[in-house]
């Protein structure tokens, strides 16, 4: 069964709180890193969380939602081997997972309705990554945070 880690800050919460019924209704296990209420966090706090929990393997993939994604895109990329992804339409979710293999999706909680972002988070769980010339240009991205500063 896949487990999904998910978190947010205060912005973000009413949509994690939307998002996560779409996962239940999907039968998705749900790891949820809070917070638990809408008052005032710090989403480096939530966004930590769910990137270790991935690269622990505690977690199969995550979903993170603050007001922009700004804010949670920063924080959850500089995990090694996280591929997070902001998306704020279907076509960026779809290419995120076919190209990139994305194993965390980055919302925006103040930007984006819960229609949307219920079609975003369907598109995502369910786009197949492509594979061929894609994996290629991830492993070169993954070459680059293994190289030391001044390596070539």
Known sequence: MIKIAIGSDHAGFELKQSVQILLNKRKIEIIDFGPNGPDSVDYPDYGQMVAQSIVSKESH?????????LGMSIV???FPGIRGTLCSDVLSAKMSRQHNDSNLLVLAGRMIGITLADEIVQTWLDTPFEGGRHQRRLDKIE???NTKQGEK
Request: net charge positive.
């Open 61 to 69: 993939s995550g979903i993170v939602i603050c007001g922009t994604g």
């Open 143 to 145: 070459n680059v945070h």
């Open 76 to 78: 959850v990329n500089r």
